[in-house]
């Protein structure tokens, strides 16, 4: 698995730096310089968060975003993760997005993006379980999927969905 923040807070806080230099600096030649630079951070900042195909929420971790990683990193041969503030004005088109956006494995919406029979809410976990879990347990040959999906839903998924 590969962590793409540390080269994106870099690029970003470059990018910051040269915003601010281009807004104050008086020499044209010296001023189309930054400009360059900056457009070329911007490209390669894009690229950065193209080659993402997994993204979750930035700052404090979480147990459903924690293990929703693992087992994402399990099921998908290179899980490439990016951890953000918001994916607005980011396409998230061929990724995977969980605990973040409103989306299909987020749990943050109002009606909480479902919850079971038994009335434990999803979490991000929950969700990714639900969608991928058989397809999992069928890659590593599994003998009964659906007991053994049950049996992960019952004793490990649901705790994790409960607390959060």
Not at 112 to 123: A, E, H, V
Not at 133 to 160: A, H, P, R, S
Request: glycine share 4%; proline share 1%.
């Amino acid at each position: 698995m590969h962590l793409l923040n540390e080269e994106i807070r870099c690029i970003q806080n470059t990018m910051s730096h040269l915003k601010k230099w281009i807004s104050i600096e008086t020499d044209s030649e010296r001023k189309e310089s930054y400009k360059k630079r900056y457009d070329e951070l911007e490209e390669l900042l894009t690229k950065k968060l193209d080659d993402a195909n997994c993204i979750t929420h930035s700052g404090k971790f979480h147990v459903d975003d924690i293990i929703s990683t693992i087992f994402l990193s399990r099921l998908k041969k290179d899980v490439i993760l990016i951890r953000l503030p918001t994916i607005k004005n980011i396409n998230v088109e061929n990724k995977i997005v969980y605990d973040i956006g409103l989306g299909e494995f987020d749990h943050h919406q109002k009606n909480r993006n479902g919850k079971r029979k038994n009335g434990i809410y999803y979490s991000s976990i929950g969700l990714l379980w639900k969608e991928f879990g058989k397809d999992y347990l069928e890659k590593l040959n599994v003998k009964n999927i659906d007991k053994t999906f049950e049996y992960m839903d019952t004793e490990l998924i649901q705790y994790i969905d409960a607390t959060d």
